[in-house]
C-alpha cells in the first residue's frame, strides 16, 4: 500500500506546511539553512559526469506515472523494439505496445482503482477453507494455518470497526464543510476573510469554526483543512466500503486467472492510471528534468524512469509485483524503486523468486521500510529482502525516513537488522498529475532519493555492479550521533545506531567520492 502521510485526521491536524521547508532540501546539506538532505549539489560540482557514463533505467513499480507531465516526460523511458499503436507486439517480449512501461492491474476496459487490504483477500480464502469451524475440528497439520485465519480474522475485524466509526465521523463533518463551501462558492479563501465571514447555515457555521481554529498560527491556509476533510473522507472511505469488504473483489477487471502464476501477460499499456500522484511523485524525485529550470530537480542527470503500475488504492497483490519485477530486469531496468508494502504476503515464493531473479541480473532494489513508526525487526513490512529459506538478497536497500534537521521521522519504520540507511523522506517537493508539484512525506519519498542516488552512481561508474553500489551507498552514510526521538514515540530516545544497519543517512557527495575510488 502506498502511504502518503496526509494529516488525516482533522482532530489532530497539523498541516504539514511546505513553506517552512525549502523545496529542494532533500539536495542540499546545509546547517546554516537547516537543510541537511544528501548533498547533492556538492556532488555534481566536485564530480563532473565521466566521459563513460551512461543512462540507467530505474523501473518505478506504483501507482502510474503522469507520462505527459512538463518536468518528467523527457526523462520517461520509450521502449526502442516497440511500435506504438498497432496492436503488435512488435519486440516479442509478451506485451503488446508497451512503449512506456506497463500496467499490471488494468484490464481490455478499465484499470482498478481501489483494492482489497491483503488481510481482506487472505480472510476470504480462509473463510473459503474453514468456514466456522472450530479448532477442534481442524487436523493437527493444519493447525498452525487454523491460528493465522484466526489472527486476521480479529485484525480484520478490529480494522473494520474503526474505519467504519472514522467514516462515519468524516461523513458528518464533510457535510459541514460542503455547506460551507456552497455558502463561500469557493475554498480558495484566506483566513481573514473567512473570519469575517457569516454562514447562514448551522453546519457551515460549525465547519467555519473548524477551519479557523486550524489555521491559528498560520501555519495552515482554509484550502488545506478543505482539502484534508476530502482527503479524510475519501480514504476512510475507501478503507471501509473497499479495502476491508470482504464482498468487494475488484479483480474481474484484470481478466486473469487469478491464482495462475505462470501466466505474466496481462494488464493493458496505459500506465498513469486513475491517479498517478504518489508514483509521478516517486518519479519526480528520482528523473524530474535538472536542467529545464521549470518545476524541480530531480537526482540523476542520466536516468530514464520505466512505469510500471502495480498499486491500487490498496495492498499491491504479490503476482503483480513479482511479474513487474521480472518486466523491469527483462527490459534493462538496473534500479528497482518500490514505495510500497504491507502487512501480509499472500505468495511470498512467487514474489523470492522475481527477487532471486533481479538478484541474479545485477538489478538493484530500493524499497521503502514503511510509515507506520514500528520497529521491522519484530513485525515484517513486506516484500522483505529475506527470502523464505531465511537467505539475503543482497542486491536490496532497506530505507527508513529523515527530516531536515537529521532525526529520523517520527512516522518511519525502523529495524536495527532490517532497515538499511536513512534518507530524506518529509516534506519533499516533487512532481504531481496534471503538470502540478506537490510536498509529501513518507518512506516511500525517502527511497526515491536512495533510488535515485543508485541511478546516478551506476550512471557515472558503470562497471559498478549492484552489490558494489549497495556498498558505497551503505559504507558512506552520514552517523549522526547524538540521541533522537525514536519514531513512533512522544519522548523516547534512541540512537541512529539502534535504527539501521548502517547507523546513518546516505549522501551524495561522500558516495560519489567513494565509487569514483573503485577501479
Ligand atoms: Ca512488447
Ligand atoms: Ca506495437
Ligand atoms: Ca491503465
Ligand atoms: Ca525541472
Not at 489555521?215 to 482539502?227: A, I, L, M, R, Y
Not at 530524506?424 to 535515485?452: D, H, L, Q, R
Not at 514515540?489 to 549522501?507: E, F, R, V
Amino acid at each position: 500500500m502506498k502511504k502518503i502521510i496526509l494529516s488525516l485526521s482533522l482532530l489532530i491536524c497539523v498541516s504539514l506546511s511546505s513553506q517552512t521547508y525549502p523545496k529542494d532540501w532533500h539536495l542540499n546539506y546545509s546547517a546554516k539553512d537547516t537543510a541537511l538532505g544528501i548533498d547533492l549539489f556538492n556532488a555534481l560540482k566536485n564530480f563532473p559526469q565521466p566521459a563513460t557514463a551512461k543512462e540507467i533505467i530505474v523501473a518505478v513499480i506504483d501507482d502510474g506515472i503522469d507520462i505527459e507531465h512538463e518536468d518528467l516526460k523527457q526523462n520517461i523511458w520509450v521502449n526502442p523494439k516497440e511500435i506504438p499503436g498497432n496492436s503488435v507486439d512488435d519486440d516479442l517480449n509478451g506485451y503488446v505496445d508497451d512503449i512506456n512501461g506497463w500496467d499490471f492491474i488494468g484490464g481490455p476496459q478499465m484499470d482498478v482503482e481501489i483494492d482489497n487490504l491483503e488481510m481482506t483477500r487472505l480472510l476470504r480464502d480462509y473463510i473459503a477453507k474453514y468456514g466456522n469451524k472450530t479448532k477442534k475440528e481442524i487436523s493437527k497439520a493444519d493447525r498452525a494455518d487454523f491460528a493465522r485465519f484466526k489472527t486476521i480474522q480479529a485484525e480484520h475485524a478490529k480494522k473494520l470497526d474503526e474505519a467504519g466509526k472514522n467514516f462515519n465521523t468524516y461523513k458528518t463533518i464533510k457535510q459541514f464543510f460542503d455547506a460551507l463551501e456552497q455558502e463561500l462558492e469557493t475554498t480558495d479563501i484566506s483566513a481573514k476573510d473567512l473570519e469575517k465571514f457569516n454562514p447562514t447555515k448551522n453546519e457551515a457555521k460549525l465547519a467555519r469554526k473548524i477551519i479557523l481554529d486550524q489555521c491559528v498560527g498560520g501555519k495552515s491556509t482554509p484550502k488545506d483543512v478543505f482539502n484534508d476533510v476530502k482527503d479524510a473522507y475519501k480514504h476512510f472511505y475507501a478503507s471501509y466500503k473497499y479495502q476491508l469488504n470482504l464482498e468487494y473483489d475488484p479483480r474481474y477487471i484484470v481478466g486473469d486467472n487469478y491464482e495462475d502464476t505462470k501466466n505474466r501477460f496481462y494488464g493493458n499499456n496505459e500506465v498513469k492510471g486513475p491517479n498517478g500522484d504518489h508514483g509521478s511523485h516517486v518519479g519526480g524525485i528520482i528523473g524530474a528534468v535538472r536542467d529545464n529550470k521549470i518545476g524541480m530537480q530531480g537526482i540523476s542527470p542520466l536516468v530514464k524512469i520505466m512505469v510500471l503500475r502495480v498499486v491500487p488504492d490498496g495492498d499491491e497483490r504479490d503476482k503483480d509485483v513479482a511479474n513487474a519485477i521480472r518486466y523491469a530486469v527483462d527490459n534493462g531496468a538496473k534500479v528497482i524503486n518500490m514505495s510500497f508494502g504491507k502487512a501480509y504476503s499472500y505468495n511470498k515464493t512467487y514474489v523470492d523468486e522475481a527477487f532471486r531473479y533481479a538478484e541474479s541480473k545485477d538489478v538493484l532494489i530500493i524499497h521503502a521500510a514503511g510509515n507506520d513508526g514500528k520497529n521491522t525487526d519484530k513485525e515484517s513490512n513486506f516484500p522483505t529482502p529475506y527470502y523464505e529459506d531465511g537467505s539475503l538478497c543482497k542486491t536490496w536497500i532497506e530505507v527508513g525516513a529523515s527530516d531536515r534537521d537529521q532525526n529520523p521521522a517520527d512516522f518511519s519504520n525502523y529495524g536495527k537488522k532490517t532497515v538499511n540507511v536513512f534518507a530524506p523522506g518529509v516534506n519533499i517537493y516533487s512532481t504531481v498529475i496534471n503538470n502540478e508539484y506537490k510536498a509529501f512525506s513518507g518512506t516511500s519519498m525517502a527511497s526515491p532519493v536512495t533510488a535515485g542516488l543508485a541511478a546516478l552512481i551506476r550512471a557515472y561508474y558503470p562497471h559498478l555492479t549492484a552489490i558494489q553500489v549497495k556498498q558505497v551507498i551503505e559504507g558512506t552514510v552520514v552517523k549522526p550521533t547524538n540521541k533522537v526521538r525514536k519514531p513512533g514515540t512522544k519522548k523516547k530516545k534512541t540512537k541512529y545506531k539502534k535504527l539501521c544497519t548502517t547507523a546513518g543517512i546516505i549522501n551524495a557527495n561522500e558516495a560519489l567520492k567513494a565509487a569514483a575510488a573503485i577501479k
